[in-house]
């Protein structure tokens, strides 16, 4: 099974389990880099964990989007796009979709991040 696989699985298996923790955990390791979500304090993974059945709704709701390139490209507001050096593939797809939608905006790469 691959990253992306993953980490669609997992927030699925939310809504059918209610396994929060196992949710986050596809999730956190799937926008940064595998083993993340074991490296954080388990304190705080149960803060991030509350916030996981929200977090899959909102996921729903992005991939049930018809918002298309044509109309981010007629957004009138300042819109800065910034991403890491070290993004993830999916981060960095996605900021590279936004600024070719919208290329009289700038894209910030913070080295390192």
Not at 16 to 21: D, I
Not at 57 to 76: I, M, V, W
Not at 91 to 99: D, E, G, N, Q, R
Not at 102 to 110: A, Y
């Amino acid at each position: 099974m691959d990253r992306d696989q993953r980490g669609d699985r997992d927030l699925k298996d939310l809504a059918s389990t209610g396994n929060a923790e196992h949710a986050m955990s596809g999730f956190v390791d799937y926008w940064t880099t595998a083993g993340t979500w074991a490296s954080i304090p388990l304190e705080v993974r149960a803060r991030m964990a509350c916030a996981a059945r929200k977090i899959c709704l909102q996921r729903d709701a992005y991939f049930r989007d018809d918002l298309t390139p044509e109309a981010l490209s007629r957004l009138s507001c300042p819109t800065p796009l910034v991403r890491g050096t070290r993004a993830t593939p999916p981060a960095s797809t996605v900021a590279k979709i936004l600024h070719n939608a919208c290329s009289h905006r700038e894209l910030v790469k913070i080295e390192g991040a």
